[in-house]
């Protein structure tokens, strides 16, 4: 899940493959994010299924790509960004299907 995230893959077979049809992350809202109302939950964002967690990994690829052209433009170079995700497996709860 977070390698695919972290590559910006987009493809609903790979990521159909991995999470149930009923998946839904939630998250806070993120600054760079422009959200529906439909996909509010009170003060949470919630991205349903492949379509909705591949919607989002573009988004957040598209938000790299920004960065690393921002920061090229600005060092006069080549740049890249990628996301990593750190896990400390002693911060996290797994109860029965959700992982915290």
């Known amino acids: 899940f977070f390698k695919y995230r972290s590559d910006g893959v987009v ?3 790979k990521w159909s493959r ?3 049809p009923n998946f839904v992350l939630t998250q806070p809202p993120l ?5 529906s109302d439909f996909e509010r939950t009170g ?3 919630c991205c349903r299924g492949v379509e909705g967690l591949v919607a989002d990994t573009a988004v957040l690829r598209q938000v790299m790509v920004r960065i690393a052209a921002s920061r090229a433009k ?3 170079c080549s740049c ?3 996301v990593v995700y ?3 497996p002693g911060e996290m ?3 029965m299907d959700k992982l915290m």
Request: charged letters at 30%.
């Open 31 to 35: 600054p760079f994010r422009v959200y």
């Open 11 to 13: 493809d609903k077979e």
């Open 80 to 82: 890249s960004v990628k």
């Open 74 to 76: 600005r060092a006069n």
């Open 86 to 88: 750190v896990v400390d």
């Open 93 to 95: 709860l797994v109860a």
């Open 18 to 20: 991995i999470i149930d």
């Open 43 to 45: 003060q949470f964002y």
